[in-house]
């Protein structure tokens, strides 16, 4: 499924849409270059997931993990500042990927061969100032439905707006 959005808000309303369908246990990578709207659409699920919007969601650059309760937990990782490859089993992350709440990944390439679950992969892709294209693959059978729902919330909240990205 590939979506092209028009502006920052548009690129955090499609989060929004994704977050809706989201459940315990689910694990959302996202892959883009620094300034791709990743956390913004972050936010957007986050939005999505109920978290309370007056809790600033925030890239976990330094902290490698943010944690956020909305109708579940939402554990939002950045593993920006790792080698390529580096061990990340020794830091306990594969607890919170098998748990109870939603996990969303920036730089999921940082991890190598870490990330056993499936997973749904969302891509970002620059097109110019405001304008991205983002490409969602699902790796797996739940992950394929995930998309599947979310197909159908992207269509319902985009398809209101004269300038639909959908």
């Known amino acids: 499924m590939v ?3 028009r502006s920052a808000v548009d690129t955090e309303r499609l989060g929004e849409c994704l977050g809706r369908v ?3 246990g689910d694990v959302v990578t996202l892959t883009g270059d620094l300034g791709a709207g990743k956390t913004r659409f972050a936010q957007g699920v986050a939005s999505g997931l109920d978290v309370d919007r007056s809790l600033p969601v ?3 650059t330094f902290t490698i993990l943010n944690e ?5 937990p939402f554990y939002h990782f950045d ?3 790792f080698r ?4 990340l089993r020794d830091l306990g992350f594969e607890e919170y990927f098998a748990g109870t709440g939603v996990c969303l990944v920036e730089w999921p390439e940082r991890l190598g061969d870490d990330l056993d679950a499936e997973s749904l992969e969302v891509v970002f892709v620059v097109r110019d100032e405001l304008t991205r294209e983002i490409i969602f693959s699902p ?3 739940i992950p394929s439905r995930r998309v599947a729902s979310f197909r159908e919330v992207v269509k319902k909240c985009f398809d209101r707006h004269p300038n639909s990205c959908y």
């Open 79 to 81: 593993f920006y500042r």
């Open 84 to 87: 390529p490859g580096e061990e």
């Open 58 to 60: 925030t890239s976990p």
């Open 22 to 24: 989201l459940e315990p």
């Open 68 to 72: 956020y309760q909305g109708r579940c």
């Open 139 to 141: 790796h797996g059978t």
């Open 3 to 5: 979506v092209i959005t």
